[in-house]
């Protein structure tokens, strides 16, 4: 069967930012043996969530160079989204460890009754949380979008991470200027600010990409791609603390 060109560019996107995903994973899970500090395993928690949200495309891809048939909606579904939750859950913990410890058990128990509600939601009314694309064309790859509780549990997800964790680091990155912290704590503090607006931004975009667009898909793909280098190498070495003074 002939695959299509969109097909090609977003099968290989989708592979190459769960390869990413998971590499930076294991990279924190080794930097973890070495440097015991919590939010080490809560990025690598958050990396391998992040590049997981590429499995159900990547796996429909592969699917479909080798047996010409893509996986099914719900099964796509499951492989992108199961891990939805654990991936905004971690997401605020990492900017809460930063900015306000004392908020973290009331963030954690916040998110974690969302994320009961959302995959009670997932695996006993599946059908109805999500919406398969439209297949136009043979060598076409399956897409869908959230509808019902899947939609507003990510709605809520982007908004937090928007607010929470792209402009907590802004704010921080601006703080830490004005206090003449060192260059180089400022420039990763901006980065993972910058990372955080990117990966909202590409991913609404990727949702709203029309089919059969390759150029647009490109470009929101590689903003994706450049989000997830400028969080983890960000987070590699530990952002920058604005002590208060007593």
Same mark, same amino acid.
């Given at each position: ?195 955080? !607006? !990117? ?42 603390? !604005?002590?208060?003074?007593?």
């Amino acid at each position: 069967m002939e695959i299509i060109l969109t097909s090609w560019v977003l099968g290989i996107s989708s592979l190459i930012l769960l390869a990413l995903g998971y590499t930076y994973s294991i990279l924190f899970w080794i930097k973890y043996i070495y440097v015991k500090k919590m939010l080490v395993p809560m990025v690598a928690i958050v990396a391998f969530c992040s590049g997981s949200f590429y499995l159900g495309p990547s796996v429909s891809f592969i699917s479909l160079l080798i047996t010409g048939q893509n996986i099914s909606g719900y099964l796509y579904y499951i492989l992108s989204y199961v891990w939805m939750p654990i991936g905004t859950i971690g997401i605020v913990q990492m900017a809460l460890n930063v900015f306000y410890p004392k908020y973290q058990k009331i963030a954690f128990i916040f998110y974690g009754i969302i994320a009961v509600i959302y995959w009670i939601f997932m695996f006993g009314f599946g059908d109805a949380q999500f919406q398969e694309e439209q297949l136009s064309q043979t060598g076409e790859l399956l897409d869908i979008s959230h509808t019902g509780v899947s939609l507003i549990v990510t709605a809520i997800s982007l908004i937090s991470v928007l607010t929470i964790d792209s402009a907590g680091f802004f704010l921080l990155a601006r703080k830490l200027k004005k206090n003449n912290m060192p260059k180089k704590g400022v420039r990763k503090t901006f980065m993972i600010g910058l990372g955080w !607006l !990117l990966f909202v931004v590409s991913g609404v975009m990727d949702a709203m990409v029309p089919p059969n667009t390759v150029g647009i898909i490109v470009f929101v793909r590689g903003l994706m791609i450049v989000a997830f280098n400028f969080i983890n190498l960000g987070f590699w070495s530990k952002p920058v603390r !604005l002590e208060s003074k007593s």
